[in-house]
């Protein structure tokens, strides 16, 4: 039923959770590939040239720091990678870039993804108000069916 699995990482245990759920999946049916991802975020504070009073990183500045996290973004994934194909399944890996949920969903239509496994931080109230819940929009937006894991030692929060 699963051909390929799209694994979306952000370099947290907690993220790293949903692997043995992958693993037992890609087990009990033909899973061609896993493709594990991480997407670097466009820089969440302004980048630009400072003149006139205004500040800010110079846009100099701001393509390296992005270019660093892309370039570490990179080398998690290579030892994801690793990691996966120790444990028996071909595995590929992309780093993307944009609005995280916005940038998987994309990805997993126009790369034929047949399931996504993702784990939840499983924020509620005033948090997930102010930080948003990627795996809310991932489960409401996106048509390509959506696996959500909830971190090892989770209580029922009713």
Known sequence: MYKKIMVPLDGS???????????????GSQVEQVVLVRVVDPLGYPIMV?????????????????????KDAETYLQEM???VKAEGLKVGSA???????ETIIQYATKNAVDLI???THGRSG??????????????????VPVL??????CEPKL
């Open 148 to 153: 959500m894991v909830r971190a090892p030692g």
């Open 50 to 70: 400072r003149a006139h009073g205004e500040f800010g990183i110079p846009e100099k500045n701001g393509k390296q720091i992005q270019q660093e996290r892309r």
């Open 13 to 27: 245990d907690l993220a790293e959770n949903v692997l043995p759920h992958v693993k037992a999946i890609a087990s």
């Open 95 to 101: 780093v993307l870039e944009g609005e995280i949920a």
């Open 81 to 83: 990678e690793k990691q």
């Open 126 to 143: 005033i948090s997930r108000w102010l930080l948003g819940s990627i795996a809310g929009r991932m489960v409401s937006h996106s048509c």
């Open 117 to 119: 496994v993702m784990s």
